[in-house]
């Protein structure tokens, strides 16, 4: 072989390994395949729930579970909060486990199902966030580990 057909074979190469590597760098995968479907309760949600609804029903309200934060509440302004960016990012990945609203959809209180996570450092100053903010904007949270006693002394 000479000199110039070594130079084709090298090129030819050298192409083809571009071609490979553009293709792989370019191909997206469909990420829509690489999510698995999940019930939106845990086990232990789903239990306290089916103990909520009766007392639920009773009173004629509706039960929302896994309510986003920040379907609840929201920064003030960025013209009266220079903060309005971290106090979204403080909010905008919580949730509350249940509401509790009327026929017009007005909260009448939110439920936290506590349960030993809570006791957790993180989860303790996580909770007292919560607290604060819920309080503040003019809404009844209630915790529980599980026993309605606390909502029905709310709603009788």
Do not use: Q
Not at 10 to 23: D, K, P, Y
Not at 72 to 80: D, T
């Amino acid at each position: 072989m000479n000199f110039g057909e070594i130079a084709a074979v090298i090129g030819l190469i050298a192409l083809t390994a571009l071609f490979v590597w553009l293709w792989r760098k370019l191909r997206k995968p469909d990420i829509t395949k690489l999510y698995n479907a999940k019930p939106i309760l845990t086990n232990r949600e789903y239990e306290f729930y089916k103990k909520l609804r009766p007392l639920a029903d009773e009173c004629g309200l509706s039960i929302y579970t896994k309510v986003r934060l920040a379907d609840l509440v929201e920064p003030k302004p960025k013209s009266e909060n220079p903060l309005w960016m971290e106090c979204f990012n403080k909010i905008r990945s919580k949730h509350i486990d249940f509401a509790l609203a009327d026929e017009d959809t007005n909260i009448i209180a939110l439920i936290e199902l506590d349960d030993k996570s809570h006791e957790r450092p993180d989860r303790i100053e996580r909770d007292e966030f919560v607290n604060a903010v819920l309080k503040n904007t003019g809404y009844v949270l209630l915790r529980t580990y599980g026993e309605l006693d606390v909502i029905e002394d709310f709603l009788y």
